[in-house]
């Protein structure tokens, strides 16, 4: 009769275990982006529609934007802080990032890509 609740207790844990796996899988991917005067970096970012994605942005120079309407982004970038936006794509396709805060005389081609595949 020792051996019933051992089993019971071996198939809980797993249970448990495989449950933990499931809820990692769903934590949000994080994709680094560096903004300074006139760019960022990467140029493109290729994310999964349906997966929350933690886009991590920072500044090297001065205050820039980050702006996609069609993803719902408007952060500001400060910098020396770090500025997190988690987002799940709903839909695929290309989206262009603009910076929307004036950072000088390049600002007008402050672009990148999100493609959402």
Known sequence: MKTVPRIALLVSLGLGVSHGLAADDMSPQVVEIVAKRF???????????????TLRLRSEDVTHGFFARKL???AEILPGKTT????TPSEAG?????CNHF????????????VVE
């Open 39 to 53: 760019e960022f970096t990467p140029k493109e970012v290729h994310l999964q529609k349906g997966k929350p994605v």
């Open 94 to 98: 290309t989206t262009t990032v603009i």
């Open 84 to 87: 997190d936006v988690t987002i």
């Open 103 to 114: 950072c000088g005389g390049g600002h007008g081609n402050m672009k990148m890509k999100i």
């Open 72 to 74: 719902k982004i408007d």
